[in-house]
């Protein structure tokens, strides 16, 4: 007779694939997962957790699991590859410096808490200034209008929290938190707190260009078209400083000669203007000004339907203004500004401000017409790099910028001409394909990581080991600062080096110190939650509302409000998948991590069925979609929450990749693309025999 089979242990941990970063019960059983549930005492998700974080046992014993290193194609042993990355690293630098060296970062490696500092240590000691990330292919207009507006890109990220007694009011403009968890706001559990603020009175309207998931719990959702957000604020700000500002704010925290340059930039954008631009009856646009002025101190909060937009940079400026000119940042009933843990900003004795015009360091030297945004160059660049030889190095730590930026196949064949490409991730994909140097790191439930998010900061411990090929990031720099003759790990030798040796360095200076943080562990520790804080630290204690650059982008865009006479692309997420990367299994039950797919039901571009009709196009035909960029081909959803006279396709998706279709052409200011809201054509195709395989697989997935 067999022994019985022990039952699964569960330890608590935190999902770290998002900024929600819910609380969850890992059961492990032979140091594998063998399952995942949400943590019902964790005091932000509350036992809920998303498919995402319910499907990571398949995540990290997946067949695309990486558990040996790789040196130019083929299994070999760390010091091999060390050693020989070290080495080219020594002669790209003997050539032509450590400016011909770059690192790009994503989501992969963002909360790889021990790793990123060592990260960070190693690229300073060795000058490194070629930095890149994915916060440059989608957080760029939030940030530099942040730092523009009030001098701090990073710090001014004014947040909204359902169980706060106020703001009773939130406006969601291109985001939709129900599948996202939030952009610049964390949501776990996000149905249930968004319904449970509206039981206490709150009230939720949503701007946006699709009926969104969102959209269906708001008390009012307002159907746009794409890319005229910022014709919507300009209206509602003008309405704002007209009547329903703060007078306190305006006297004591804004500039009157501002003030006054404002409202005459905004004296066109009246009612009918931005009818005509968004597609919203005058009245239903009025209705919302009223909303708004009502609230007293709205809470507004965008996503990437904004961030993505052709006029990202205004609209974030006017949210910013709407908030600070009613009263609704740092202020008692307003949103909140996290004053950070690992770094408390709000005790910072001095301070740097940036630009109020962004420009703050000049771009790259292929592309002079772009800035950098805090000590990064625009993503969008490396390409450029690599083609007029000021990029002959990259490491790419946790991200696939193939599937993130425009023009995928020129940065892949740029990509193929650097004299090395070293990678570090948790899984087999089309950079690992192209990298010389694979450098398997452990997942997220394999290392113990300080997790933080707007609301709370926690400490994760590993929960079960990592494959015995792979080692720590922290490790792997260390290795490689070690060949390289520079000290990353504070004085401490490499073998006596720990995941929570380094948190404690992380945390030496934060809030509360990391003892407390330790011991709290998944649950965490709340941020504090007291306005005030960064009016104290406005540069020369003013808001600065009315910048040039932007005065002058207002005057440009009252005189192109007519929408263009076609089908207008728009971007989207999807709940199973996080970028890339698809984690949940799809409507068949079949493991998308398991069987290396990547966001299986992306391919699934959804078309409203009139504009469907005009077009010939029916359910599950198979269609290209073409910008001025590229094109691809997909299956088509004839789909009744589509907007009229739009396309909508996931972003981050392999195949197809919505980033062949993204115009490459940027604001100098932001680094950013147009990756929504821009025209397409939709044509019915005869596709491929290879084609027709994966068109069916993603129909059957995404029906």
Not at 62 to 69: M, S
Not at 310 to 316: G, N, R
Not at 644 to 671: C, E, K, M, Q
Request: hydrophobic share 40%; proline share 7%; net charge neutral.
């Amino acid at each position: 007779m067999s022994d019985p089979v022990p039952a699964a242990a569960e330890h608590r941990s935190v999902c770290r694939i998002c900024t929600a970063q819910c609380g969850l019960l890992v059961a492990v059983a032979d140091s594998r997962i063998a399952g995942v549930r949400g943590d019902a005492e964790h005091p932000a998700s509350h036992g809920y957790t998303c498919p995402k974080g319910r499907a990571l046992a398949d995540f990290h014993h997946g067949p695309r699991r990486l558990t040996r290193p790789r040196l130019r194609g083929k299994d070999a042993s760390w010091p091999a590859v060390l050693d020989d990355l070290a080495a080219a690293f020594a002669d790209v630098r003997a050539r032509q410096g450590t400016d011909a060296v770059g690192v790009y970062s994503s989501m992969g490696a963002a909360f790889e808490s021990a790793g990123l500092l060592v990260q960070h240590r190693l690229f300073g000691a060795l000058n490194v200034r070629q930095r890149y990330s994915a916060l440059m292919y989608d957080c760029g207009p939030l940030l530099r209008a942040a730092e523009m507006v009030g001098g701090a890109a990073w710090e001014l990220n004014p947040s909204w929290v359902p169980e706060a007694d106020s703001p009773r009011f939130v406006l969601f403009i291109g985001c939709n938190p129900v599948v996202s968890h939030g952009y610049q706001t964390n949501l776990p559990e996000p149905r249930a707190r968004m319904r449970a603020f509206q039981r206490r009175g709150g009230r939720i309207w949503v701007l946006d260009a699709r009926r969104t998931e969102t959209a269906d719990l708001a008390d009012r959702a307002l159907i746009v078209r794409p890319g005229s957000d910022a014709y919507v604020l300009a209206y509602l700000t003008a309405q704002l400083l007209t009547e329903g500002y703060d007078a306190h704010e305006l006297a004591a925290y804004c500039r009157a000669d501002e003030l006054d340059r404002l409202r005459a930039a905004l004296a066109p954008f009246d009612a009918e203007l931005a009818a005509r631009a968004s597609g919203l009856p005058a009245a239903e646009l009025r209705a919302l000004a009223d909303a708004v002025r009502n609230a007293g101190q709205p809470a507004i909060l965008t996503g990437t339907g904004v961030q993505f937009g052709p006029h990202a940079l205004v609209a974030e400026w006017l949210r910013l203004v709407i908030l600070v000119v009613t009263g609704s940042i740092d202020r008692a009933g307003g949103m909140w500004v996290p004053p950070g843990w690992i770094i408390p900003f709000d005790r910072r004795t001095s301070r740097s401000y940036g630009s109020a015009e962004g420009d703050d360091g000049p771009g790259p030297e292929s592309r002079p017409d772009l800035r950098q945004l805090l000590g990064e160059y625009p993503a969008v660049a490396m390409a450029d790099q690599i083609e007029q030889g000021y990029l002959r190095g990259l490491f790419i730590a946790g991200g696939n910028p193939l599937t993130a930026g425009p023009e995928p196949d020129r940065l892949r064949a740029a990509i193929a001409e650097l004299d090395f490409l070293a990678v570090t991730d948790v899984a087999d994909n089309e950079v690992t394909a192209l990298a010389t140097h694979v450098l398997p790191v452990p997942a997220m439930l394999e290392r113990s990581d300080v997790v933080r998010n707007k609301s709370h900061t926690c400490y994760a411990p590993a929960v079960i080991p990592p494959p015995a090929g792979t080692r720590p990031a922290w490790w792997v720099w260390a290795q490689l600062a070690g060949r390289l003759g520079v000290e990353v790990l504070g004085g401490v030798p490499v073998d006596e080096c720990s995941d929570e040796l380094l948190n404690r360095q992380l945390l030496a200076h934060s809030r509360g110190g990391a003892d407390a943080l330790i011991a709290a562990g998944p649950h965490g520790l709340g941020m504090p939650r007291e306005p005030g804080w960064f009016h104290d630290a406005l540069p020369e204690g003013r808001w600065r509302l009315a910048p040039r650059e932007l005065l002058g982008r207002l005057g440009r865009l009252a005189d192109c409000a007519d929408p263009p006479d076609a089908l207008i692309f728009v971007s989207r997420r999807v709940i199973s998948a996080h970028n890339s990367v698809r984690y949940a299994r799809d409507q068949r039950g079949n493991s998308a991590a398991r069987a290396g797919l990547e966001v299986g039901d992306a391919v699934a571009v959804s078309v409203h069925p009139d504009d469907a009709a005009a077009r010939g196009i029916s359910d599950g035909a198979a269609v290209t979609v073409r910008s001025r960029s590229g094109s691809v081909v997909a299956t088509a959803r004839v789909d009744e929450r589509a907007a009229r006279g739009t396309v909508s396709l996931t972003h981050g998706s392999r195949t197809p990749n919505a980033a062949a279709l993204i115009d490459p052409r940027v604001d100098p200011l932001t680094g950013q693309p147009v990756f929504s809201g821009f025209p397409v054509e939709v044509d019915v195709v005869t596709p491929s025999p290879g084609q027709s395989r994966r068109l069916a697989d993603a129909s059957a997935s995404s029906s």
